[in-house]
């Protein structure tokens, strides 16, 4: 399902900022060498996760959820000088290239790398974040949230990525991801303690900021 046509989508990307050279670079290298490309933000919303990052200046950065680091580079375009964001991610097959690209990008020391579960990880990160991106196992959306609103910051903004699910969540007999999804926007528009917008943005991303 496209959610928007591709001519809009390049009008889009058009008239936003044009993406950096090292990100192009990877998205190449992700689209010619690792399995499920689709995974990577892509121009568009690695500009949009720029801007919030701008736009918060944070300290601490959390994102659960690796791939190849194109958003974690994204993210880190907005982080403070002696910020730091912390990505976590249970497949140790991609470590390698995560490493080259966060060492082109000079960003050694400002971004640290966990391999394991997140559920597991986020325990042992003391926070308080300014700004989270979820985009790991979609059924653990909920847990995840549960594991992180008392280590964000008061105005802090959590990012849930894939929302829509290329349009599943309008099923009537959804798996288990789908469900995954629809119960953590659910649980998100019912949370007292946060201000919600879902934006229909790629493949949907669901922004929740601390009240």
């Known amino acids: 399902m496209e959610f928007i046509a591709s001519d809009i989508q390049q009008y ?7 993406e950096p050279d090292l990100l192009s670079e990877l998205a190449a290298e992700t689209h010619k060498n690792i399995a499920l490309p689709q995974m990577l933000s892509g121009h568009l919303q690695g500009r949009l996760l ?5 736009m918060i200046h944070p300290k601490q950065i959390l994102e659960v959820g690796t791939y ?27 470590q390698d290239m995560v490493a080259k690209y966060i060492r082109k990008a000079g960003l050694e020391q400002q971004i640290k ?8 990880v986020i325990p042992t990160l003391p926070g308080p974040f300014d700004l989270v991106f979820l985009d790991a196992h979609k059924p653990q959306y909920c ?3 549960d594991l992180v609103i008392d280590k964000v910051s008061t105005g802090g903004l959590i990012v849930a990525d894939n ?7 309008l099923e009537s007999n959804p798996d288990e991801d789908t469900r995954g999804l629809m119960n953590y ?27």
């Open 113 to 120: 790398t966990h391999l394991g579960d997140a559920l597991q």
């Open 12 to 18: 889009a990307e058009k008239f936003t900022s044009p």
């Open 50 to 54: 720029s801007l919030f990052s701008r």
């Open 143 to 145: 847990d995840y949230f």
């Open 185 to 211: 926007v659910q649980k998100i528009r019912d949370d007292k303690r946060v201000f919600q917008v879902l934006l229909p943005v790629r493949d949907g991303l669901m922004l929740a900021r601390k009240k």
């Open 163 to 169: 929302v829509l699910w290329s349009g599943h969540v």
């Open 68 to 94: 190849t680091a194109y958003a974690a580079l994204c993210m880190a375009e907005g982080l403070q000088e002696d910020g730091v964001l912390h990505t976590i991610d249970i497949n140790d097959s991609l």
